[in-house]
Nanobody, 120 residues
Framework: QVQLVESGGGVVQAGGSLRLSCAAS????????MAWFRRPPGKERHFVAS????????VYADSVKGRFTVSRDNAKSTGYLQMNSVKPEDTAVYYC?????????????WGQGTQVTVSS
């Protein structure tokens, strides 16, 4: 398994941008698919975006499509979530997850989370 550490969270005004990073260590990052999840206040954690370990295939939740971009830099063993045109409803704790190749997220590695607060 890889170990994951998120960073880049903070407070941002509605309409602004923020970039989250997820630094991985311990295994070959390029063999892991990576995803971002979020847990809004008082709600369940849910999927935001993912990028496959090969081919760069990305998937997005409808709520962030066109505003968020998931990417990765295998040379730096780091994944990213670029958040543009943020809305108050994007306020949540954001988690990155990594699964070996096409494995399931639940059985993969998770970071500790980073808080994102969008002010209106």
């Amino acid at each position: 398994q890889v170990q994951l550490v998120e960073s880049g969270g903070g407070v941002v005004q509605a309409g602004g941008s923020l970039r989250l990073s997820c630094a991985a260590s311990g295994r070959t990052f390029s063999s892991y698919s990576m995803a971002w999840f979020r847990r809004p206040p008082g709600k369940e954690r849910h999927f935001v975006a993912s990028i496959r370990w090969t081919g760069g295939i990305t998937v997005y939740a409808d709520s962030v499509k066109g505003r968020f971009t998931v990417s990765r830099d295998n040379a730096k063993s780091t994944g990213y979530l670029q958040m543009n045109s943020v809305k108050p409803e994007d306020t949540a704790v954001y988690y990155c997850a990594a699964a070996y190749r096409d494995g399931t997220w639940e059985f993969g590695s998770w970071g500790q989370g980073t808080q994102v607060t969008v002010s209106s």
